[in-house]
């Protein structure tokens, strides 16, 4: 005797949320079982909603981030952001972490990933280029780089710092070290490193 299953739309959805990050095959059969305990009121707005995230929204060229077809960029149509600092972020998510800090209020450029040679992520396949044409454009003083502090996006920093530095463009990098909060003995050696490097006067 077959094995039972679902029925072939619901092994269909589930395995469309598996493939998605973050989802594993029980929560995916989680997902679809419960839109399918909902009835008919959730399921078809979830399905507007991914029609409409494929088709109104787009990436703004020369940002990143995204914006929704036919409109301005938020970030680039604001007169009141400095333009002479770009700060370059990996993806469009770390322009909001950065904005709800208040700390910053120049303009961002996505890259869309990190240089990776093992996921042969090759400079090409990142937003490098359009970023030395915008810094040369606006004219930008300085360029930040927040990226992760991981190989690759150490890597990533110091590929662009030298593109950067040939432009004589002023590069600076995110501080690293010690988490607001936090005790030394929470801490790696690494993190206490940069934090000793990067200690300031107060």
Same mark, same amino acid.
């Given at each position: 005797?077959?094995?039972?299953?679902?029925?072939?739309?619901?092994?269909?959805?589930?395995?469309?949320?598996?493939?998605?990050?973050?989802?594993?095959?029980?929560?995916?059969e989680r997902l679809?079982?419960?839109?399918?305990?909902?009835?008919?009121?959730?399921?078809?707005?979830?399905?507007?909603?991914?029609?409409?995230?494929?088709?109104?929204?787009?990436?703004?060229?020369?940002?990143?981030?995204?914006?929704?077809?036919g409109t301005q960029?938020?970030?680039?149509?604001?007169?009141?952001?400095?333009?002479?600092?770009?700060?370059?972020?990996?993806?469009?998510?770390?322009?909001?972490?950065?904005?709800?800090?208040?700390?910053?209020?120049?303009?961002?450029?996505?890259?869309?990933?990190? *240089? +990776?040679?093992?996921?042969?992520?090759?400079?090409?396949?990142?937003? &490098? @280029?359009? $970023? #030395?044409? =915008?810094?040369?454009?606006?004219?930008?003083?300085?360029?930040?780089?927040? *990226? +992760?502090?991981?190989?690759?996006?150490?890597?990533?920093?110091?590929? &662009? @710092?030298? $593109? #950067?530095? =040939?432009?004589?463009?002023?590069?600076?990098?995110?501080?690293?070290?010690?988490?607001?909060?936090?005790?030394?003995?929470?801490?790696?050696?690494?993190?206490?490193?940069?934090? #000793?490097?990067?200690?300031?006067?107060?």
């Amino acid at each position: 005797m077959a094995a039972l299953e679902y029925p072939a739309p619901i092994r269909q959805l589930i395995w469309q949320l598996k493939s998605l990050p973050g989802i594993g095959p029980r929560s995916a059969e989680r997902l679809v079982l419960w839109l399918l305990s909902t009835g008919a009121t959730q399921a078809p707005q979830l399905a507007d909603a991914l029609k409409a995230l494929g088709s109104s929204v787009e990436m703004c060229e020369a940002c990143g981030f995204y914006s929704e077809c036919g409109t301005q960029c938020a970030l680039c149509s604001d007169d009141r952001r400095q333009r002479a600092v770009v700060c370059v972020v990996e993806q469009a998510a770390d322009v909001l972490r950065l904005e709800r800090s208040g700390a910053f209020r120049g303009q961002y450029h996505v890259l869309g990933g990190k *240089l +990776s040679p093992l996921d042969n992520v090759t400079p090409e396949d990142l937003r &490098i @280029a359009p $970023l #030395l044409h =915008r810094v040369r454009d606006l004219p930008a003083e300085e360029v930040i780089l927040a *990226l +992760s502090s991981d190989v690759e996006g150490e890597a990533t920093a110091n590929y &662009i @710092a030298d $593109l #950067l530095r =040939r432009a004589e463009i002023k590069v600076t990098r995110l501080a690293q070290g010690m988490p607001a909060g936090g005790g030394l003995d929470h801490v790696d050696e690494m993190t206490l490193f940069r934090a #000793l490097e990067g200690r300031r006067t107060i």
